[in-house]
């Protein structure tokens, strides 16, 4: 991953504190690229949700290859609820 995509992934995880923050990394002409997404959780502080108009929107841009969250009270492993939805998906997880 570029330095460049993770900074923004970083700062984005930095401005939704206190909040779990999510994103999307996509390939797009062969070139990563992060798209921060709003956390439509009822328990934003606890797990995150994508919004399913973003999700799209971020598909019909490029190809998706990792879905990106934060655990920002916790350590940057997966939980149970992760390491689920992650053998759901068949796409990689990030945890900032």
Known sequence: ???EVYSEIVAH???EL???S???????EQ?????PCTNI?????E??????????????LGELVAIVHSHPSGVPSPSITDRT????????????
Request: hydrophobic share 35%.
């Open 47 to 60: 797990e995150f949700c994508i919004s399913p108009a973003e999700y799209a929107d971020a598909e019909d």
């Open 31 to 35: 070139e990563e690229r992060y798209i």
């Open 1 to 3: 991953m570029k330095d």
């Open 85 to 96: 939805s992650c053998n759901k998906w068949g796409i990689s997880w990030l945890i900032v």
């Open 13 to 15: 995880c930095r401005k």
């Open 22 to 28: 999510c994103g999307l990394v996509i390939l797009v």
């Open 41 to 45: 959780s009822t328990s934003p502080t």
């Open 18 to 20: 206190p909040n779990e």
